[in-house]
Nanobody
Framework: QVQLVESGGGLVQAGGSLRLSCAVS?????????MNWYRQAPGKQRELVAG???????SIADSVKGRFTISRDNAKNMVYLQMNSLKPEDTAVYYC????????WGKGTLVTVSS
């Protein structure tokens, strides 16, 4: 069993920053897993925002490129999403995700960006 717990969401004004954290626990070789951040805005499909491989290679969605950064701390089993220059369209529930045999999701953390 693998548990993912997101934190760090909240209400921020446009142009502001937030740092999301995802704590990973359970029976998983964390350092061997690709970790992802997804988001789901009201009335929209869930979309992939960023991913980071075991080696630290990252991929960022075009919609947030240059503003969001994903990182990981293998010693702490943590994944982070640094979000800068936030826009109202970034408002969504943000989810941490990984695949370890099966797909695991956290419960999400809400980010609200006011204009």
């Amino acid at each position: 069993q693998v548990q993912l717990v997101e934190s760090g969401g909240g209400l921020v004004q446009a142009g502001g920053s937030l740092r999301l954290s995802c704590a990973v626990s359970g029976s998983i070789f964390f350092s061997h897993n690709t970790m992802n951040w997804y988001r789901q805005a009201p009335g929209k499909q869930r979309e992939l925002v960023a991913g980071i491989s075991p080696s630290g290679s990252t991929s960022i969605a075009d919609s947030v490129k240059g503003r969001f950064t994903i990182s990981r701390d293998n010693a702490k089993n943590m994944v982070y999403l640094q979000m800068n220059s936030l826009k109202p369209e970034d408002t969504a529930v943000y989810y941490c995700n990984t695949i370890y045999g099966i797909e695991y999701w956290g419960k999400g953390t809400l980010v609200t960006v006011s204009s």
